[in-house]
């Protein structure tokens, strides 16, 4: 049978409802649709700019009577963290220019001077030179004359390119703590996956210009061969890699569990659908099949984190998610803002207490300061890393704890999507549909603007009504 791979993730997871068949059905379609929003880079959810912080956002870290860790790094001179982005952003354009020359070499290829233009306007240009230079890139990698010079030594410059936009868009102060914090979790030797942009690219920033301490990298494109080249390029020498032959069985793997539950809603189309909201299966008369859409991609790349994490058993791996990867949460463990894969006996109520202090900490810390309040991006991102914990917690049982961490996720972050959508799964779930309502007017009132906000609400509501006595 003839397949298509489907394309990697771009720039661009039984419980008890006390509500009727209808009204759930409806509410589960939509929290489905609204979070299969594709990633931004390296898989990050949007980043909803310009939403407004409550006027009560911090009062449930300060009222908690748990205590506020204050940031125990020394103080610095805004203008000396600037110096030091900057120095940093310089030392790893010319590391990644350095680098594709080398990928070059070995392929017997010749860097081309577009791409010599770009890597020169990344050293010094403006962030509008560099953006542009890096449009005209995109467009002729995606034009039939793209060559495959250019898609060989592309991830070099995908790279640079996150690195730049990052730096552009963080605070300096903002984009050290984060990575710190980020890479601290892993010993030196140890693997950090990057789910999205800023959990890809901040630590890739700081690793490069660290003298790669430690091996980062995305689990949202393992599914491109070109990326496992790359990786095979840039880090063999230290951890074992997927093959390219293990790609093909993931993805054949994928295809013939997709077909079967294919042909299972085409069947029986009285059952529940088996097919996930995301996925694309398309079979054609000839017989080929093809998949796409973001479930499609990121259940290929699960399964090769999985290999990959076979591969090198004495390795620690540590996650930053974009998506859930159900398959790896079996024995995670939460490990400060990241998710430690493979964490010893698995996660228990100590676990779960941990976690929530350290977001209670970590949160009152960053509300601290002005620059953090006044940068969506940064609050966005560390609620997303709180996300993944408080999502960790809710599949194992743990919904109090998980409660916990949506409530400071929303604190640092009220109108963030992903965060209301799995808040409110847990409180339907439960059937609180009171609070339910009330946490979906919150996020209306934090972002008036996302009209899905308003259908939600229209589901929430119906589903409080049909359980009044």
């Known amino acids: 049978m003839n397949t298509e791979r489907p394309e990697p993730a771009n720039r661009a997871a039984g419980r008890r409802h006390l509500v009727p068949f209808a009204i759930l059905l409806a509410l589960l379609v939509l929290l489905a649709w609204l979070a299969s929003r594709p990633p931004a880079g390296g898989g990050m959810p949007p980043d909803p700019e310009g939403l407004p912080v409550a006027a009560d956002s911090t009062s449930g870290l300060r009222d908690s009577g748990m205590g506020v860790r204050q940031p125990t790094a020394p103080q610095r001179e805004p203008e000396s963290d600037e110096i030091e982005v900057a120095k940093r952003v310089r030392a790893f354009v010319q590391s990644r220019l350095d680098l594709a020359d080398a990928m070059a070499r070995r392929h017997g290829i010749e860097v081309s001077a577009e791409f010599r233009e770009f890597f020169g306007l990344a050293s010094t240009g403006s962030w509008e030179d560099v953006e542009a230079a890096y449009a005209e890139l995109m467009k002729q990698r995606g034009s039939s004359e793209g060559s495959d010079a250019m898609t060989l030594i592309w991830q070099p410059v995908l790279e640079t390119f996150g690195v730049l936009e990052v730096a552009h868009r963080w605070p300096a102060a903002a984009l050290l703590e984060y990575g710190r914090e980020v890479l601290d979790q892993a010993p030196p030797g140890g693997v950090v996956l990057g789910g999205t942009d800023p959990g890809r690219f901040i630590p890739t920033l700081m690793n490069a210009t660290d003298g790669e301490a430690r091996v980062v990298l995305t689990q949202n494109t393992l599914a491109d061969a070109s990326y496992l080249d790359y990786l095979q390029f840039l880090h063999g020498d230290r951890l074992h890699l997927p ?35 995301g996925e694309q299966i398309e079979v054609h008369p000839d017989g080929r099949v093809h998949v796409g859409g973001q479930a499609a991609v990121m259940a290929i790349n699960e399964a090769l984190v999985s290999r990959l994490i076979d591969l090198n058993p004495d390795l620690p791996f540590f996650m930053e998610e974009s998506f859930p990867l159900p398959s790896l949460r079996s024995d995670a463990v939460p490990s400060g803002p990241l998710i430690q894969l493979g964490g010893g006996d698995g996660l228990d109520a100590d676990h779960a207490r941990n ?25 966005d991102s560390w609620a997303n890393l709180a996300l993944a914990q408080g999502s960790l917690l809710q599949d194992r049982g743990l919904g109090s704890e998980a409660e916990a961490i949506y409530r400071v996720a929303r604190d640092l972050s009220p109108g963030y999507p992903d965060v209301v959508l799995r808040h409110l799964e847990l409180l339907t779930s439960q059937g609180r549909w009171n609070d ?26 119906a589903g409080e009504a049909s359980v009044r006595p």
Do not use: C, K
């Open 243 to 277: 093959s390219q032959d293990d790609s093909r069985r993931a993805f054949q793997a994928y295809i013939a569990d997709a077909m079967q539950r294919f042909e299972h809603d085409r069947g029986s189309p009285q059952d529940a659908r088996q097919i996930r909201p």
């Open 355 to 379: 976690s929530v202090d350290y977001w209670i900490s970590r949160a009152g810390s960053l509300l601290d300061d002005p620059a953090v309040v006044d940068a969506p991006v940064v609050r």
């Open 436 to 461: 339910a309502t009330r946490l979906v007017e919150s996020a209306i009132r934090a972002a008036p603007e996302n009209v899905q906000f308003q259908e939600l609400l229209h589901q929430v509501q």
